[in-house]
Structures are given as structure tokens and as C-alpha cells.
């Protein structure tokens, strides 16, 4: 009896066998959005909220003169994006039933220096009047250390609010794992506004590309896609 046990055993921890029939559909999802995704890089001489956020000037200078090279998103980077898309939308969905929603995805253009973005909601407060409502995903460990907006989702609502005349805003997380939320209230700031306008000038009016030993910037920064050896080929 003990013998057949341990049989038993160690069919249940045998690892399952994967035929390619298993992974077909898989093969078939991942095909689709790879060939159907539309990953145009952005414009030229065109700042964006997302990118204003980084400190990394070297970054931002190769951005705003279309040096990146074009963004290759995969099958998996292309359904978080999706997901964030449809999490937009759930809420859309609460904001509308709330009676609260006075828009969504609302372009903002700042003309000089030139900023483009799109701020998620706008909605109508008793309490607040308009504010401007942004909307971010965050995995569990993220979340759980959130106890202040991370620092690019604080200028990123900083340049709306400011661009839109709106004194209110708040960014909204909401965690993947669990969909517990935190909300984070910021006012505008006249101040702030100003050293965004000052670092983009400073940016515009840069000749060279910045050296990596000159600049600070995060590990995993698309700063690093160019390499420096290439930038005077």
C-alpha cells in the first residue's frame, strides 16, 4: 500500500507535459497583438507629462529630438497596456454612475514650450469643484509602500491641473493584486509649474546630447537604448 502511494506522489508532483496544441492559442494572442499594435514613435520637439516625470535629462533631451530608438513593445508589455486601457474604462463606467464625470481623456497643449498630453478624468466634487483625476495600476509590493504619489505621477497631474486652470487634483492607485485603492490629493502649484517650464527650456536650448557621467538616472532608464559612442556616428 505504501508503495502505491508513493506512486501517487509522484505522478501529483510530475511536471505536466506541454504539447505544442497547448500552446498554440497562447502563440496565437501573442501573434495578434504583435502584428496588429501600432507603435509609431513619438513626435519630435514635443514634450510629454509621462516623460517629464523622469529626472534623467539625458532622457528627456533624446525624447524631445526623436533620438529614442522606436519603441518594440511585446505580446505581454501589450496586454498591460491593455489592462490599464480596461481599468480606465471600469472607472469611466463608476465615475459616470457617481454623477460625478465631466470628462475623460481631455487632451491638454501647452504651446511654448510645446507639451502634449491627456489627462483621464475630470470630474465634478461637492467638496472640490473640478479636479482632475489620475488613474494608475500599481502591483501589491508598489502599493503597499505608497505612502505619498510616486514623484512622476505628482508633476505628471502637476502639468495638468496648471495647463487645464484647475486648482484640485488627486491620483488614484489601485492595486492589480487586490484592487484595494489610495488616493493622493495635490493642489497646484505655481512654483512647480515653473521649474517644469525652466527644465524644458533648459532642455530645448541643450546642443549636445548629455553624457551618462553627467547625469543621474535610473538603471533600467531608455536613456540607455542609445549608446554614447553612436550619438556623433
Not at 47 to 65: I, K
Request: charged residues 25%; neutral net charge.
Amino acid at each position: 500500500m505504501s508503495g502505491i502511494k508513493s506512486i501517487l506522489r509522484q505522478r501529483e508532483h510530475r511536471e505536466p507535459l506541454i504539447t505544442k496544441h497547448d500552446e498554440w492559442l497562447v502563440k496565437e494572442i501573442d501573434r495578434h497583438l504583435t502584428s496588429t499594435s501600432d507603435q509609431r514613435p513619438p513626435s519630435k520637439h514635443i514634450f510629454y507629462p509621462s516623460f517629464l516625470g523622469s529626472t534623467c535629462d539625458r532622457l528627456l533631451y533624446l525624447h524631445y529630438n526623436g533620438l529614442l530608438p522606436n519603441p518594440k513593445f511585446d505580446s505581454k508589455t501589450l496586454r498591460i497596456f491593455a489592462h490599464g486601457h480596461a481599468t480606465e474604462a471600469r472607472y469611466k463606467d463608476i465615475f459616470s454612475k457617481m454623477r460625478i464625470l465631466s470628462g475623460d481623456e481631455i487632451q491638454t497643449r501647452y504651446d511654448n514650450p510645446c507639451i502634449h498630453g491627456r489627462a483621464d478624468f475630470i470630474l465634478n466634487f461637492p467638496e472640490f469643484g473640478r479636479a482632475i483625476v489620475e488613474l494608475k495600476t500599481i502591483n501589491e509590493r508598489g502599493f503597499s509602500n505608497l505612502s505619498v504619489p510616486k514623484s512622476d505621477h505628482a508633476i505628471q497631474i502637476q502639468i495638468y491641473l496648471n495647463i487645464l486652470n484647475i486648482d484640485n487634483g488627486f491620483v488614484l492607485y489601485e492595486c492589480k493584486n487586490d484592487q484595494q485603492l489610495k488616493s493622493f490629493h495635490i493642489k497646484r502649484s505655481s512654483s512647480e509649474w515653473d521649474s517644469i517650464i525652466e527644465r524644458c527650456i533648459k532642455i530645448q536650448n541643450m546642443t549636445v546630447v548629455p553624457k551618462l557621467a553627467t547625469i543621474t538616472h535610473e538603471k533600467w532608464c531608455n536613456c540607455l537604448d542609445v549608446k554614447e559612442e553612436l550619438e556623433n556616428a
